[in-house]
C-alpha cells in the first residue's frame, strides 16, 4: 500500500508552487562592503532571488523527489502542472542568465539540465565545391561589368 499523497487536489499542488517561487524570488541575504569614503565596512540586508528547481520544490515541500515523481508526474490527473513546474524552471533559468543574475560562466552546466549545449556542429553538410564554383562565377561577372 503506497503513502498517502501530500497534495490532494491539483490546486493544493498549484498553491504550494507558488508559495515556492515566492520563497526563491525574495530571499534575503546579508552582504558587506568596504566604504573608501568612510573607511568601515558596511553591512546591508539585500534582496536576492535563487533559481527555481523541482528538487528545491521538493524539499520546501517537504517530500522527496522519487515520491514527488512517483505520485505527482505518473498521474495524468497532476501531468498539466507538474510538466508547467518544469516549463517554469527552464524559463526562470534562462531568464536568470539573460539578465546576469546568475553568472554566465554557469551557463553551460545549469542549462545542460535541459536540453542545451555549449557545443557547436562542426559537420559541415553540403559540397563546398558547389559553392566555390558559385562565388567564382559571381567574381568573374563582377570583373567583366567594369
Not at 522519487?66 to 501531468?79: C, H, L, P, T
Not at 546576469?100 to 563546398?128: C, E, F, H, R, V
Request: positive net charge.
Amino acid at each position: 500500500m503506497g503513502r498517502s499523497r501530500k497534495f490532494s487536489s491539483v490546486k493544493a499542488l498549484e498553491d504550494k508552487w507558488e508559495e515556492y517561487k515566492k520563497y526563491c524570488d525574495n530571499q534575503m541575504v546579508l552582504t558587506h562592503d568596504f566604504s573608501s569614503k568612510n573607511s568601515e565596512f558596511i553591512s546591508k540586508e539585500l534582496r536576492r532571488s535563487v533559481t527555481y528547481t523541482i528538487e528545491g520544490f521538493c524539499v520546501f515541500a517537504g517530500i522527496s523527489r522519487a515520491a514527488f515523481y512517483e505520485r505527482y508526474g505518473n498521474n495524468e490527473k497532476f501531468a498539466d502542472i507538474v510538466t508547467r513546474m518544469k516549463e517554469e524552471c527552464e524559463v526562470d533559468a534562462r531568464k536568470k542568465f539573460e539578465l546576469s543574475i546568475i553568472p554566465p560562466q554557469l551557463a553551460g552546466l545549469w542549462m545542460s539540465k535541459y536540453g542545451y549545449t555549449t557545443k557547436t556542429d562542426t559537420n559541415i553538410s553540403g559540397d563546398l565545391t558547389v559553392e566555390q564554383t558559385k562565388l567564382d562565377g559571381i567574381i568573374k561577372q563582377m570583373c567583366s561589368d567594369r
